[in-house]
């Protein structure tokens, strides 16, 4: 149960370091690029099982760390925006509803089964997403701020089904080497970013956005090991729907006691309903 708890906690510290850069005025891409550095650093260390750098060009999941490498920085990016202007309630509630476009594509690709509990969850997701984001005067969101939860939502969505079809059709037991490599991706992509701006828009790299980067990428790789040691304890189907909701409600309480984030009846319904949808699906 430490490690579920510890998850959920660390989870939600990504969202509020995020909303943090933005007060403190950290670079949110150079930090995101420390952060993979340092993430994937500790992904070769720990979970890489002996796998050679020449080696990872001739695995037929290859291909897959590169699409999901470059998924995985565009979300981690949309994650840094949404919590910094839509607010971290509502960011953690489009990260965790788009849980339902991995479901519907297992629905659609590997005929997973069609449960009635399923299928409310999935109604009940939709219509979450809807009211906890929905404009009213005096919450948080205004309609520009919009659209950075709705791509948080369809970019983790699409991050969690590429994961599947990777996992069914390429990886196998490989899965070590897999996460490890598309963190590395996304690390040598942020790198040339980065060094683009360096170079040519003659940005500056500053200590305090490295050092914001390396504590997000601490907290991003313990949240990880938190999840695998937690697994090795409790069936999945228990985890991801505790997981999942609890990340949600304690985001919903830390985006209202630290950073005053104003949530209307509409919204907070919203939320209540997203832990409900949550724990259908999974338990699904």
């Known amino acids: 149960m430490i490690y579920l708890i510890l998850s959920i906690i660390l989870s939600t510290l990504i969202f509020v370091v995020f909303k943090l850069f933005k007060r403190f005025g950290i670079n949110t891409f150079q930090a995101i690029t420390f952060n993979y ?8 260390l720990f979970f890489s099982e002996g796998l050679s750098f020449a080696g990872i060009f001739d695995k037929p999941w290859f291909f897959m760390a590169i699409i999901e490498g470059i998924l995985f920085i565009a979300v981690f990016v949309l994650f840094g925006i949404s919590s910094q202007r839509a607010g971290v309630a509502v960011t953690a509630v489009a990260s965790k509803m788009s849980v339902i476009i991995p479901v519907i ?6 005929s997973d089964s069609v449960a009635a509990n399923k299928i409310s969850g999935i109604i009940l997701a939709l219509l979450a997403f809807y009211l906890s984001t929905v404009k009213n005067k005096g919450s948080v969101r205004v ?21 599947k079809v990777a996992e069914h059709y390429f990886v196998f037991e490989d899965k070590g080497n897999f996460i490890s490599t598309l963190f590395f991706v996304a690390m040598l992509i942020s790198i040339s970013i980065t060094s683009y701006k360096v170079s040519f828009l003659k940005e500056k790299i ?18 990880s090991y938190c999840v695998i040691l937690a697994l090795a304890f409790m069936e999945s189907s228990k985890f991801y729907p505790l997981r999942n909701a609890g990340i949600v409600s304690l985001s919903a309480v830390v985006g209202l006691v630290l950073f005053r984030e104003k949530l209307s009846r509409t919204n907070l319904i919203g939320i ?10 999974s338990l699904s």
């Open 143 to 163: 309609k520009k701020h919009f659209i950075f939860p709705m791509l948080l939502f369809l970019g983790n969505g699409l991050v969690d089904a590429f994961m």
């Open 206 to 223: 500053l200590l305090k956005n490295a050092l914001g980067g390396m504590l997000l990428g601490l907290i991003n790789f313990l949240t």
């Open 272 to 281: 209540i309903i997203s832990v409900l949808a949550i724990v259908l699906i």
């Open 105 to 110: 594509a297992g629905i659609l690709l590997y």
């Open 37 to 44: 550095m340092l993430a994937a650093g500790f992904g070769f």
